[in-house]
């Protein structure tokens, strides 16, 4: 796939996405919608295709801080590892961010990231992004 994204929606329902996957006979990739996104036509929800298989998970994270509209995901030293590998195998392909099974933000990675510290951007507004890093905060908890 060369994009991430097979389409746009403005209703929550994605079952004409959801047959296009089945018809295509692929069991590797599971089908979420953005949070919301800009088209040329207003506003409405993007459909991905991600790997079943996240490569990062919340054991992989150590805390988050809430930004203006961002949130900063520190890893743990085996998340800071699985980071830095899945950067630099990823570099120029689009990577997804999921909270509670929603994308939250899909960057293209532009670079291998050692430094353990990733950047969840284009959060609405920080109370947006306190709500996020406070969900996620209390995930690694618990």
């Given at each position: ?19 296009l ?22 506003i ?15 054991s ?32 120029g ?49 618990d």
């Amino acid at each position: 796939m060369d994009s991430p994204v097979i389409g746009y929606t403005s209703t929550p329902g994605m079952s004409h996405f959801e047959s296009l996957l089945k018809e295509s006979g692929s069991t590797d990739y599971n089908l979420m919608s953005t949070r919301f996104s800009a088209t040329n036509r207003g506003i409405s929800r993007a459909i991905i295709s991600l790997q079943n298989k996240p490569f990062i998970d919340i054991s992989d994270v150590k805390t988050t801080i809430a930004q203006e509209n961002a949130v900063e995901v520190r890893f743990t030293f085996r998340g800071s590892k699985r980071w830095a590998k899945m950067t630099k195998t990823n570099t120029g392909k689009s990577i997804a961010f999921v909270v509670n099974n929603e994308i939250w933000s899909l960057p293209v990675v532009n670079a291998e990231i050692r430094s353990g510290v990733a950047l969840i951007t284009g959060i609405e507004d920080k109370e947006t992004a306190e709500k996020l890093s406070a969900m996620l905060n209390k995930s690694i908890k618990d």
